[in-house]
């Protein structure tokens, strides 16, 4: 693992300048030689069958009935995702959808599943993404079950920077779970980050990535600075073309 210098990078005025062209262990990013995290078993039971019930103090984004608290994110109109049997299937071609409301710092849950039979590879199978702040910061949603990709693009990744520690995906077909704790990057009067965005995923009951600052915005094939932008933005699900289902979508501000 990777452990920033919070302190002095918090302080220095670098953090405003767009990041290098590889990442903190100069790797170029989808760098398909860069080593495959290891495989381990999930946890069993992880998630349950049945869905939970969320905290009491949980902030309910999706209980499987309605898209209520979700817009298109492209032009603010009804999200057009599939409900049905409790979950939400992405219906290709109609754009990411984002809640209604904005958050900062959250504890995230959310449930998802690939298709089943799984159909193509890499990139193009199972994929979707989580992303805070509106689209600036993903974690990677793929099937990565016995399907190879670049690394920092598989299952539980911060997007183009970090992969997982491992990979604790289940088959395609079966319900997984994310927990993620998002902190949103902080910016001076000036737009210069102060702090940057930082992730905590388990994938299945494992953890995955530990307190990972981000070194921009996620984005495919190119680096991009911090850009100074609200700490409180909606949450996002990507349409990635494949009918990926969410269920059990519940956060807790922190």
């Given at each position: 693992?990777?452990?920033?210098?919070?302190?002095?990078?918090?302080?220095?005025?670098?953090?405003?300048?767009?990041?290098?062209?590889?990442?903190?262990?100069?790797?170029?990013?989808?760098?398909?030689?860069?080593?495959?995290?290891?495989?381990?078993?999930?946890?069993?039971?992880?998630?349950?069958?049945?869905?939970?019930?969320?905290?009491?103090?949980?902030?309910?984004?999706?209980?499987?009935?309605?898209?209520?608290?979700?817009?298109?994110?492209?032009?603010?109109?009804?999200?057009?995702?599939?409900?049905?049997?409790?979950?939400?299937?992405?219906?290709?071609?109609?754009?990411?959808?984002?809640?209604?409301?904005?958050?900062?710092?959250?504890?995230?849950?959310?449930?998802?599943?690939?298709?089943?039979?799984?159909?193509?590879?890499?990139?193009?199978?199972?994929?979707?993404?989580?992303?805070?702040?509106?689209?600036?910061?993903?974690?990677?949603v793929l099937d990565s079950y016995e399907n190879k990709t670049y690394p920092d693009g598989q299952?539980?990744?911060?997007?183009?920077?970090?992969?997982?520690?491992?990979?604790?995906?289940?088959?395609?077909?079966?319900?997984?779970?994310?927990?993620?704790?998002?902190?949103?990057?902080?910016?001076?009067?000036?737009?210069?980050?102060?702090?940057?965005?930082?992730?905590?995923?388990?994938?299945?009951?494992?953890?995955?990535?530990?307190?990972?600052?981000?070194?921009?915005?996620?984005?495919?094939?190119?680096?991009?600075?911090?850009?100074?932008?609200?700490?409180?933005?909606?949450?996002?699900?990507?349409?990635?073309?494949?009918?990926?289902?969410?269920?059990?979508?519940?956060?807790?501000?922190?």
């Open positions: 693992m990777r452990v920033a210098a919070v302190l002095l990078l918090a302080a220095s005025p670098a953090l405003a300048q767009a990041p290098p062209p590889g990442d903190p262990e100069g790797i170029p990013q989808h760098d398909l030689n860069r080593p495959q995290p290891a495989i381990v078993t999930p946890v069993a039971g992880v998630p349950p069958a049945v869905p939970g019930r969320p905290p009491s103090d949980a902030v309910v984004l999706f209980d499987g009935k309605d898209l209520a608290g979700w817009k298109s994110q492209k032009d603010g109109s009804p999200a057009a995702w599939k409900v049905e049997n409790g979950y939400m299937e992405v219906v290709k071609g109609t754009g990411a959808i984002e809640t209604r409301q904005s958050f900062a710092d959250v504890q995230l849950h959310i449930e998802w599943m690939a298709p089943t039979p799984p159909t193509g590879e890499s990139q193009g199978r199972g994929n979707s993404g989580v992303f805070f702040a509106g689209s600036r910061y993903e974690v990677q299952a539980g990744a911060v997007y183009g920077q970090f992969p997982p520690l491992v990979n604790a995906s289940r088959p395609p077909g079966e319900w997984q779970a994310y927990d993620l704790v998002y902190e949103a990057p902080r910016f001076d009067a000036a737009g210069a980050v102060t702090k940057r965005a930082r992730v905590t995923v388990f994938h299945n009951g494992v953890l995955v990535q530990h307190a990972r600052e981000l070194i921009g915005p996620t984005t495919n094939k190119v680096r991009t600075p911090y850009s100074a932008h609200p700490e409180a933005l909606p949450i996002s699900l990507q349409d990635h073309g494949n009918p990926m289902r969410f269920r059990n979508v519940w956060l807790r501000e922190l």
